[in-house]
């Protein structure tokens, strides 16, 4: 994303974004174009992945890329653990060019004049679902996606 959306300002009481902020090289004009055409009031559910995962810091622990930072836009490299590696990236809109802990998304919007009222974990690799809701709940800042609510 590179230019303003084609909308109008003050327009919608819900804004949506999911898993879209971490393919943008410009995740601020993602986050101002949210502010933008949110009516007063109105509030944003974004969700990205976490590079402060448990499964990302088990494998930075073993001298692996987390997982969801590419250093290549040809090959998903750097992390033998990762079931996709040395496989190409299906398309360019696949890469990631940005990664965010709990601290990063909270900061970014806090900083474009938004009030974060919740920020939740989903997911805990490699721990079985029922584990990894209960692992969400006590330790959201490790969980693999992040999804955030801010209100304008």
Known sequence: MDKDFPIESDTFDVVMANQIIEHLYNSDLLVKEIYRVLKKGG????????????HN???L???????????????????????????KHGSKG??????????????????YGFRVEKIVGVGYYPFPDLIARFLTRIDKKHAVYLTTKVRK
């Open 43 to 54: 509030y944003a559910i974004v969700s990205t992945p976490n590079l402060a995962s448990f």
């Open 57 to 59: 810091l088990i494998a």
């Open 61 to 87: 622990l073993f001298g692996k890329q987390p997982f969801p930072v590419h250093v290549s836009t040809e090959a998903i490299l750097g992390n033998s653990f990762d079931p996709k590696h040395g496989m």
């Open 94 to 111: 696949e890469i990631h060019v940005r990664v965010f802990t709990y601290e990063a998304v909270k900061e970014l919007f806090v900083y």
